[in-house]
């Protein structure tokens, strides 16, 4: 399973913690199998379709342009990064 690392924004909805272990071969399927473990994570990330144009989704290291299709492998480590602002 994945680790996917919590935004502190979130991380009351996963109890305080600040990784879980999920599964899913995507990104879809990593928000939808959190949406399962803890209800109103998917809110929090998705617009419909898509990820929210204030998070950024990477999956090892790497920042992915195609968002919920980004392939997932079993020790690939997800963060959801929220946009910073400021000027």
Do not use: C, W, Y
Not at 14 to 34: H, P, S
């Amino acid at each position: 399973m994945a680790t996917v690392f919590i935004p502190p924004l979130m991380q009351k909805l996963t109890d305080g913690q600040k990784t879980v272990e999920i599964g899913g071969k995507n990104v879809r399927e990593v928000i939808n199998n959190l949406e399962e473990a803890f209800p109103g994570t998917k809110d929090r990330l998705v617009d419909g379709f898509r990820i929210k144009p204030n998070i950024s989704v990477a999956v090892d290291g790497e920042t992915t342009p195609i968002g919920m299709l980004e392939k997932v492998g079993e020790e690939s480590e997800v963060h959801f990064l929220p946009a910073i602002g400021g000027g």
